[in-house]
């Protein structure tokens, strides 16, 4: 065992009893290598990542890579999702110099923590132009023993360039209605019109995107952008990216048409998409966005919820290869592990399960063939669209009876790290879709998440953890993300249950926003607090890439924080955020769709709508909250309690009418007339193509 052993991230913990002496990130491994003058070899990786698994069985594992790493260099393994500061300040200086970043990430440091050389995966010997792993090491010590002087320079001009490369935030101001017209142009412009999605292979879910047209469409009626969401939609949830069986959504799909995903299921996709998909299904009604949303979110409950009510982080890609069907009973897997190997079929492995006639039909249904769509004469099961009606029994049947068998497949591994972030962002998707669908059971699953990150991630300060493991709270202070993302899915939790301890608690959160994270002259957002470990640079990036930056999470939780309360200081700080949305938005819009999003809401007011009932139990008084949380105004907050009720500062001075259920909907410092009636609020806040009846 090296010094990993008993951290809690399961990625250090995978590299634990490497024969490398692996340090974690700590002020003692800086100075061990000043003591030693040698320079640090920084990896940075996650649990789920297929070439961070190649690259430590091929080099990590091996003994003499081992032996030479431990004699002249310190190195230092990073969990990029336990600390996404470490992992941004590097990845920028990797992609500054050469292009391009990825993971494993692999940066050489001087003692000092300035890097002076940088890659991602090595192989163990040249391949395709790369240097073999003992080559770079070999060349990099080297290079330390008797060019210091010019190593050193070069990790003082990085570090210096580095501190130089500012941000242009544009100015103070949000986004008006041309800079928002001016991003769905461009966003109309990278659309594949064929195949949905934006760009070409490898195609990522545009989540915050779609968020943003959704929203574009509620305020404008913009068809073209409803079409693009929509559009998305199905061909992501007929793809191979979509797990046909169990639900959830794999991390990318690595061609055009969404058919080979990278087989990664990741807490924040799914939980991005669910709240996508229920939002599409509250726009339009659409049957499939329903089924989508919820497969998604019985997904994240059923195979990511841990024991102490959190969401785990990750399902790895790879699994163990199934043994033959004659050595089974026997052998069970065949100890290879192989990237899509829990997922995919044969029509040799349909026949077995489900005999030949409907084995015919699987293979037609999900789009499984002789020559395969995958590796190996295997198919990722997909929907394509074709011709003809299925028997819906018959396919509810198979897909049981492969479920079933796919269940007794040498499961992925899970990484089981409650990471703050994206359990807030897991909250917000599980409190709404159980909202929508009448749930409860959903709603409490956020419930849970949300008790486990104020009883254990908070300290009595309101501070963050960024993780735990087990019950157990990491060491890492939370960053901008997990505040802003936390506090977002706190204000979701808050509207849903009409309970104001979440309103609180999002209050207590965002303090720390405005108290750590922002600069106070300019309203500019930081990914790191003032006060947190000083880095070769204070990492700041606004925009949008797998989650919402913390900087776009931040104003989008201000902006409705301020909704609910009337807290200016909470309005001005979001509108200052936004303005780099202002100066991004028109010329990235891919990357910044979270920002978009929320500058859509800022413009439309958020409205905010108070629901006063005589009681919490009143069926016309609930119907009348469902009614608020479908409208379709972009970012609308709700407050739901009864008369004279304290929960929620939106319900001050709002009486019943007629001792009936009541709604008042304001934006903008006016209010409407108060209603009795579901219809005409649903007007006021925009109802989509939903029905009531869910």
Same mark, same amino acid.
């Given at each position: ?27 003692? *491994? ?65 992609? !500054? ?91 109309? @412009? ?30 404008? #009626? ?87 009510? #959190? ?7 790879? /699994? ?19 990237? #899509? ?55 509810? /049947? ?35 879709? #159980? ?131 009337? /807290? ?21 819009? @891919? ?21 006063? *009932? ?37 319900? !001050? ?42």
């Amino acid at each position: 065992m090296n010094r990993l052993a008993g951290v809690t991230s399961p990625y250090l913990l995978q590299h634990a009893d490497n024969p490398v002496d692996w340090w974690p990130w700590r002020p003692e *491994a800086f100075e061990e290598a000043k003591r030693r003058d040698v320079p640090v070899l920084l990896s940075v990786g996650y649990s789920a990542c297929h070439w961070c698994h190649v690259m430590a069985h091929e080099s990590f594992e091996d003994q003499a890579t081992a032996d030479y790493l431990n004699e002249h260099f310190v190195s230092v393994k990073v969990d990029r999702e336990e600390r996404p500061d470490v992992d941004a300040v590097y990845m920028e200086a990797v992609q !500054a110099a050469t292009g391009q970043g990825g993971w494993p990430m692999t940066v050489f440091l001087t003692p000092d923590a300035e890097p002076f050389y940088f890659g991602t995966y090595f192989p163990p010997e040249p391949r395709h132009g790369m240097p073999s792993f003992p080559q770079v090491l070999e060349g990099v010590r080297q290079a330390w023993a008797t060019r210091r002087e010019e190593v050193t320079d070069v990790a003082g001009k990085i570090v210096r360039d580095l501190a130089q490369r500012e941000i242009g935030y544009g100015d103070t101001q949000a986004p008006g209605e041309d800079e928002l017209a001016q991003a769905l142009l461009g966003l109309t @412009r990278e659309y594949d019109p064929q195949r949905g999605g934006f760009g070409g292979a490898p195609k990522f879910p545009p989540s915050m995107v779609l968020e943003f047209l959704l929203r574009h469409q509620a305020r404008t #009626g913009s068809e073209g952008a409803l079409q693009m969401a929509r559009d998305t939609c199905e061909r992501m949830a007929r793809g191979g990216i979509y797990d046909q069986l169990g639900g959830g959504f794999a991390r990318y799909s690595v061609d055009r048409d969404w058919v080979v995903p990278h087989f990664e299921k990741m807490l924040y996709d799914n939980a991005l998409l669910c709240r996508v998909y229920a939002h599409l299904w509250r726009a339009t009604g659409s049957e499939l966005a329903r089924r989508v949303a919820l497969e998604t979110a019985d997904f994240m409950v059923r195979e990511l919820r841990t024991d102490e009510g #959190g969401f785990a982080s990750a399902l790895d890609a790879d /699994s163990e290869e199934e043994a033959p069907r004659e050595a089974r009973p026997r052998e069970g897997g065949t100890g290879r592990h192989v990237e #899509g190997a829990y997922y995919v079929w044969t029509p040799e492995q349909l026949r077995e399960v489900l005999g030949d006639a409907d084995a015919e039909l699987a293979a037609q249904y999900f789009g499984v063939t002789e020559e395969g769509t995958f590796e190996h004469g295997a198919s990722v099961l997909q929907l394509p669209q074709q011709e003809g009606v299925f028997d819906a029994e018959r396919i509810e /049947s198979v897909r049981r009876r492969l479920l079933e068998r796919r269940a007794e497949r040498p499961a992925p591994g899970r990484d089981d790290k409650i990471v703050a972030a994206w359990n807030g962002l897991a909250i917000a998707a599980l409190a709404e879709t #159980g909202a929508y669908f009448d749930r409860p059971d959903l709603v409490e699953a956020a419930v849970g998440a949300a008790d486990l990150l104020v009883r254990l991630h908070m300290d009595e300060h309101a501070a963050l953890a960024r993780t735990s493991k087990d019950g157990h709270v990491g060491a890492n202070a939370g960053v901008l993300e997990d505040y802003a993302d936390v506090a977002e899915g706190l204000l979701a939790l808050a509207s849903v249950t009409g309970e104001g301890v979440w309103l609180d608690f999002a209050g207590l959160l965002l303090d720390h926003v405005l108290d750590r994270f922002t600069d106070p002259e300019s309203g500019a957002l930081f990914d790191t607090a003032a006060d947190a470990e000083k880095l070769i640079r204070r990492p700041q990036d606004p925009t949008d890439n797998a989650t919402p930056s913390g900087w776009s999470a931040a104003a989008g939780a201000l902006l409705g924080y301020a909704a609910h309360t009337g /807290s200016e200081a909470h309005r001005t700080a979001a509108e200052k955020a936004l303005g780099v949305v202002r100066a991004l938005g028109p010329r990235v819009p @891919r990357f910044i769709g979270w920002g978009l999003a929320v500058a859509e809401a800022a413009l439309d007011g958020p409205r905010e709508v108070a629901v006063v *009932a005589p009681s919490l139990a009143d069926e016309a008084a609930r119907a009348l909250h469902r009614t608020a949380l479908l409208g379709t105004a972009p970012g609308a907050v709700v407050a739901y309690g009864t008369e004279g009720g304290e929960e929620f500062p939106l319900l !001050a001075g709002r009486p019943l009418v007629d001792g009936a259920p009541t709604a008042y909907v304001c934006r903008h410092f006016t209010c409407d007339a108060p209603t009795t009636d579901p219809e005409r609020l649903r007007d006021a806040l925009g109802g989509g193509g939903t029905a009531l009846g869910g």
